[in-house]
């Protein structure tokens, strides 16, 4: 017991090799791959809050695969930075920075966030979104 | 209870108001300042790894003071971007890139790194570092 504790925040192989590969993929834009390979059945799914038609948590690796998809249909992507993986234990943390607009409305932004992902058994269990409003 | 957990992923007003403080004040190099206002006495503080007379796992202000007094003593910073705060609930995020040589040995090299912060009663409870090693 005393030592797996004194080992809990040590980085993981695992967590490092899953964090690569994220980062990896995201920089080429292949975000549904990303989730093919990488995200667990019962992924859970943390938005910093909730938004119309999209609540903050979400289960299961379909509603994820959906929110993905309806927001590659709805943006485009002028942009993305993607800084990453930074490990400590079994999770890992990105740094994203787009330039993007709204497909319908025209209107362009730029977004910034970290995400916070849990890794356990080799894929990704859980996906936290820290960003302002 | 039920309104409670609809509103954990809910940015926090109070969260919000300290990432900033900190994110403010770490971009002037006021790290003590920071650490004496918006630190709570009992703070956890948690690197992605151990180091040599450094423990991966600290608590309480005196210790992280101490920590962040040595850091300043060995470390010259050429320059520092720091992004955030990044809100998500009862924590927040900073990404922090830094150009930076060893004093003693003249070694220069750039950091790049993560910061996870959990706020409680309007302090700083927890700070959790993730980097690559």
Same mark, same amino acid.
């Given at each position: ?32 791959? =990303? +989730?093919?390979?990488?995200?667990? *059945?019962? $992924? @859970?799914?943390? %938005?910093?809050?909730? #938004? ?10 379909? =509603? +994820?695969?959906?929110?993905?998809? *309806?927001? $590659? @249909?709805?943006? %485009?992507?002028?942009? #993305? ?20 607009? @709204? ?31």
């Amino acid at each position: 017991m005393e030592t797996s504790r004194q080992n809990e925040s040590q980085p993981s192989k695992e967590t490092l090799e899953v964090g690569k590969k994220l980062v990896e993929l995201c920089k080429r834009g292949d975000n549904m791959k =990303a +989730i093919d390979w990488l995200y667990a *059945e019962n $992924i @859970e799914s943390q %938005e910093a809050a909730a #938004m119309p038609g999209m609540p903050a948590q979400m289960r299961g690796i379909e =509603a +994820i695969r959906k929110k993905n998809k *309806e927001w $590659i @249909e709805q943006m %485009e992507v002028h942009s #993305m930075d993607v800084a990453g993986p930074f490990p400590h234990g079994d999770r890992f943390a990105v740094h994203y920075k787009m330039d993007v607009s @709204e497909k319908q409305s025209g209107k362009r932004y730029q977004m910034e966030e970290v995400a916070l992902y849990t890794v356990a058994n080799g894929k990704i269990v859980k996906e936290e979104f820290f960003y302002m409003m």
